[in-house]
């Protein structure tokens, strides 16, 4: 594989002017994240942590949407509690069918946060701070671009879901839950990395402890719009398989292969991947490392992701008040007349 070198080396002059230019970077005055202290302070951690992920962590490009393939299992995080995931991410051949770009993605604060809403709830947002891509090679574009060089740069689309727990695991059955989620247009086509189309996601979602490991599973459906074609839609079926092995109270291997399927669509194309790797506890975080291997043509070909997941309580759910009335039984309130 020739992941490193091509990373570390030959790609760094391609990768290096979008980093430096202050017109690709987004940049946020501290001025804009001072808030007022109010009463619950709880709620206001949660809209802090809402707040900067829609700033710092616009999700993936329209055109790579495996981020919303990725699968889960149907248990959810603590009712107030908060789980953040970083990432950096790199692939290489990656292939847009719109723009006829392909090159070497590079992906910079991939984020994502849950946050437990309730016993049978949760919220998600995940995104990416920035990609970058280094163009290697170009074929005939069905939606032009309008920028000019070898490198191009743009943020993503703003992903928003909601996962239910519907049924718990018992001793035979998996526990059952389903997810939707909405794929908002942000990325741009001129850009070469977006569609400017909406995306509706749905899924149900299966996991089952065997022994130490667990096994989750994922079947659903994709309604995303077409790029090309007014007042079109496709509907793709949804997969995704995934294992966890624990090595020791430290470390998890972990391996996943999800994707997409239905008719082939310009913009819509069907996309599989294999990943596997390591998941290892240390410094009170969890660190993640990942290899990424592409089953189809507009997947790319290979990748790399590093990973690092920090979970807190950000809020204590709150009890009413417990109101008990005492009644008189009718019988002895009768015979007391």
Known sequence: MELAPSFLGLRWRNFRHLFLDRSSICHIKCSTLITPTLKHGGNVKVCLWILLAMCLATPAVAQDPERALRPEGADLVGIGRVRTDFAIEFYQNARYSLSGLQGDLLRLGVIA?????????????????????????????????????????????????????????????????????????????????????????????????????????????????????????????????????????????????????????????????VQAGARFRAAGLQWYLAGVAGLRHFDPRSGLIVGVTYEFQAFQRKRGPVTIRSEVPTGNRNHDE
């Open 113 to 273: 946060i849950r946050i437990g809403a309730g016993e049978h709830a949760e919220f998600q947002i995940s995104g990416v701070g920035r990609d970058f891509l280094s163009i290697t090679g170009r074929s005939q574009a069905v939606i032009p671009t309008t920028f000019a060089g070898d490198t191009t740069s743009d943020f993503g689309d703003l992903i928003l879901s909601t996962k239910l727990k519907l049924m718990a695991e018992g001793q035979l059955r998996p526990a059952l839950g389903f997810q939707f989620a909405v794929q908002l247009p942000n990325a741009s086509n001129e850009n070469g990395l977006g569609t400017d189309e909406t995306g509706f996601y749905s899924r149900i979602l299966l996991s089952k402890r065997l022994g130490k490991a667990e096994m989750q599973g994922n079947l659903g459906l994709a309604i995303l719009g077409s790029p090309i074609k007014a007042n079109s839609q496709a509907d793709l079926l949804t997969f995704g398989i995934a294992a966890r092995v624990p090595v020791n109270k430290h470390l998890d291997l972990v391996g996943h292969i999800f994707g997409r399927q239905g008719p082939e669509r310009i913009g819509n194309e069907n996309l599989a991947r």
